[in-house]
């Protein structure tokens, strides 16, 4: 249980284009979904924090206009990364909560974005 | 905000052997310590949590322990296995209650056949 999945897993754009990633859950309802960006052989770092029927909230010096997050359903929160350039190529990774349940989060497989 | 720091940043150790990772944070308010385990290009693993109301939990090969007064909180492996390795990643919580996690910067952890 507790599966979380991504889509795409890679994505290839040109610069100034705009990519959607999905993130969903599969087998549960998520109330809270978190989005990381990961730079290679580096931590974790969140971006921001997405909640069902609400905002997001993003941590600072993380551009809310650039990082369009949307939580549409208790299992699906989109990612869109608007105009993008070479410099946001990293390995986008979402994780979710089970609705009422602990805190676990549980993470997705990744999105390597490359922009050229 | 919360400030989590992690040594080693790499580990190499023989099969067999025991490795033990440490964590420091800063906020007194955190109150829970998952450990994560990501293979290259895959997603972290949650391996094992703690929560400030204990102090030590042990699943099989794994342990997590957790010293509230002095803030830090570490992971042993025994008996590691090729297969341990992999970069493994400490976070603690915002705050009491936040779902939100600092995440250490890694430890690179090699088993030596």
């Known amino acids: 249980g507790a599966v979380v999945s991504q889509h795409p897993s890679w994505v290839i754009c040109k610069s100034g284009t705009s990519v959607k990633i999905e993130c969903r859950s599969l087998?549960?309802?998520?109330?809270?979904m978190f989005w990381y960006r990961q730079f290679p052989k580096q931590s974790l770092m969140l971006m921001a924090t997405?909640?069902?029927?609400?905002?997001?909230?993003?941590e600072q010096g993380v551009e809310k206009d650039k990082f369009l997050i949307n939580h549409a359903s208790l299992t699906l929160s989109t990612l869109t990364v608007t105009s993008a350039h070479p410099e946001d190529s990293s390995f986008y990774i979402c994780?979710?909560?089970?609705?009422?349940?602990?805190?676990?989060?549980?993470f997705g497989p990744g999105t390597r974005l490359t922009v050229l | 905000g919360e400030n989590v720091e992690q040594h080693p940043s790499t580990l190499s150790v023989q099969e067999g052997d025991s490795a033990v990772i440490k964590c420091t944070y800063s906020?007194?308010?955190?109150?829970?310590f998952p450990w994560y385990k990501q293979e290259l290009g895959k997603r972290p693993q949650l391996i094992i949590d703690?929560?400030?109301?204990?102090g030590e939990k042990k699943d099989q090969r794994i342990a997590v322990t957790l010293n509230k007064t002095a803030k830090h909180f570490s992971l042993h492996i025994t008996e590691t296995q090729p297969e341990d390795s992999a970069v493994y990643f400490c976070?603690?919580?915002?705050?009491?209650?936040?779902?939100?996690?600092?995440f250490g910067k890694g430890t690179k952890l090699s088993v030596i056949p």
């Open positions: 994780s979710a909560i089970l609705a009422g349940g602990p805190d676990t989060q549980y």
């Open positions: 087998d549960f309802q998520a109330t809270t």
């Open positions: 997405s909640n069902e029927g609400s905002k997001a909230t993003y």
């Open positions: 906020d007194s308010a955190s109150n829970y």
């Open positions: 703690i929560r400030s109301n204990v």
């Open positions: 976070a603690a919580n915002l705050r009491a209650g936040s779902y939100q996690l600092t």
